[in-house]
């Protein structure tokens, strides 16, 4: 069974599930680096937000050998649970006063998102962007963000310098950084079967150990803490030494200082590799390496 057959036959079979109540919908998606997912959603009469559920992953269970029937009882579980128990008031997004305190931003690639960033407010930086979003928290659906488009600033009145200097001001209070040591994070995998640890103590930039991982506490989008303001000069005076910052994915940066190795084709090899054997594609941020300038207090892309 093909994809999208595989698609219009959960579609039929959660139209017989909600008998008319609901409208159901089955569209491809296109996410971060141009990646397109197969989701189902749901939008009930009586509601205003529809959930989606991306199919592919259950797709290639299926594949794998899984129950159709199984596999159909955990979509209809996923969506019941994510469907909002009544209306969302959505009206304050309108409202630019509203809006601005919970206002973040994350990094993207410039290149793989080149049709994306088309359509939304973005600034350069190296080879990539920084882009918005609202960051919230809803009783009936929990956490989730939205993307800040071009007809958003219109529909506000405000540039995409407001959108930064409010951002700045929000993304390092709700999203805090943390530098956590190598070790640290490969015990706290080892531990867990899912990518969050334990907030790490602020001397754990002082460890001995040379690889540290910089991301936020609630590790999404975390490689954009390499943005927060003097972030990066503060590990600089913490370490005596610039150092190389390899991005692993749009969620977290390797940092190893300079005196550890002065083999760039070497590490521009370990960034690719480690980005096409292990990185999902959603999650891809850049091949290339950067290099802090503690005297500059800058970062810049290497050049091998």
């Known amino acids: ?21 609901a409208e159901i919908k089955l569209q491809e998606v296109r996410k971060n680096n141009g990646v397109t997912l197969l989701g189902v959603m749901v939008k009930d009469q009586e509601k205003n937000i529809a959930p989606t559920l991306y ?18 009882g955990v979509i209809a579980d996923n969506l019941e649970r994510g469907m909002p128990k009544a209306p969302i008031d959505m009206e304050f997004f309108t409202d630019y006063s509203q809006v601005k305190e919970k206002l973040c931003y994350k990094l993207v690639n410039q290149e793989r998102n080149e049709e994306l960033l088309k359509t939304i407010p973005n600034l350069p930086f190296l080879d990539l962007a920084i882009c918005f979003f609202y960051s919230f928290w809803h009783k009936s659906i929990g956490s989730g963000s939205i993307l800040v488009r071009n007809e958003h600033l219109e529909r506000w ?14 993304t390092r209070k709700l999203f ?11 015990n706290g995998l080892r531990m867990a079967d899912q990518r969050t640890w334990p907030a790490l103590p602020e001397e754990s930039c002082e460890s001995p150990v040379s690889m540290k991982i910089l991301t936020n506490h609630q590790y999404a989008c975390g490689a954009s803490v390499v943005l927060y303001d003097d972030y990066l000069h503060k590990i600089h005076e913490s370490l005596g030494r610039d150092f190389f910052l390899l ?52 970062v810049s892309i290497v050049t091998p």
């Not at 994809?3 to 008319?20: A, H, M, Q, S, V």
Request: glycine fraction near 6%; charge should be negative.
């Open 176 to 186: 805090p950084e943390q530098c956590c040591p190598m070790n640290e994070v490969i």
């Open 55 to 72: 199919l592919d992953e259950l797709y290639h269970e299926y594949q794998g050998g899984r129950n159709l029937e199984e596999i159909f």
């Open 247 to 298: 991005p692993c994915s749009i969620h977290e940066m390797l940092l190893l200082p300079k005196d550890e190795t002065d083999d760039m084709e070497f590490l521009e090899w370990l960034v690719r590799d480690v980005n096409e054997k292990f990185v999902d594609p959603q999650d891809y941020l850049s091949d290339h390496v950067y290099y802090y300038d503690g005297e500059k207090k800058s």
């Open 1 to 21: 069974m093909e994809k999208k057959e595989f698609g219009n036959l959960i579609k039929e079979r959660l139209e017989e599930k909600y008998e008319g109540k």
């Open 157 to 170: 009145g405000v540039t995409v310098s407001d959108l930064w200097h409010d951002a700045n001001e929000n």
